[in-house]
């Protein structure tokens, strides 16, 4: 376990190492960072087993190797992030003993790696990652992402996929469908789970709210 006076110390250092690694993403920049480490601080309230400077660790080191959505090796980031990671904290004396710990817990945060987190620290992160792609920041984060990679708003006479496939790399919005509204579910925690109902509310009704001022009924 670790106390609040080792989470002080390594806090800085942390936030100095996922710094120095980020590029020019806005929707996975140093406040995304902090906003999964304040996702994850809200979880190990819930599981006092859970040893916190893994967990603090592991948010913001998990994009220390962030590769664009439509990238052929998109699948292999956290595998080299949780890589990357290992051998930068043990350059600054990270103990020892966590660096597994931390290693899995990036690895298995990305949707894409589609890897199982099999303990509780890894859980947390990949739930307290996976809850900032919901809510108002979350869809805010949808819309940065499908400019970035081009993407319209949305389809022009059938937004909702009423009668079509959907298609999230051509549209922003079915992308609430293809993956967003499916995060809850695979939430690794009841925490985790209830938190990401609240905030996939907030697309819910966005989507809704959006296809009428597009100009077809929900």
Not at 74 to 90: E, G, I, V
């Amino acid at each position: 376990m670790t106390d609040s006076s080792s989470l002080t110390l390594w806090q800085p250092r942390l936030l100095a190492l996922a710094t120095a690694g980020l590029g020019d993403d806005g929707a996975h920049d140093i406040n995304h960072l902090q906003r999964v480490w304040r996702n994850a601080a809200l979880l190990l309230q819930q599981h006092a087993e859970a040893d916190a400077l893994t967990v603090m660790a592991a948010c913001y080191l998990h994009d220390l190797v962030n590769l664009p959505k439509n990238h052929p090796e998109r699948h292999l980031a956290s595998r080299q992030a949780a890589a990357l990671a290992c051998r930068q904290l043990a350059e600054l004396d990270f103990p020892e003993d966590k660096l597994a710990g931390v290693a899995h817990a990036i690895a298995t945060h990305s949707f894409s790696a589609d890897l199982t987190p099999t303990t509780i620290e890894a859980q947390i992160v990949q739930d307290a990652d996976r809850i900032d792609a919901l809510g108002a920041v979350g869809l805010a984060r949808l819309f940065y992402t499908a400019a970035r990679m081009d993407s319209a708003l949305a389809h022009g006479t059938d937004p909702l996929a009423a009668h079509r496939p959907l298609d999230d790399k051509a549209y922003a919005l079915d992308h609430i469908v293809t993956k967003l509204d499916k995060l809850p579910g695979k939430m690794q925690t009841r925490a985790g789970r209830a938190l990401a109902e609240q905030r996939l509310a907030v697309l819910t009704d966005f989507r809704a709210a959006f296809a009428g001022e597009w100009g077809i009924a929900a």
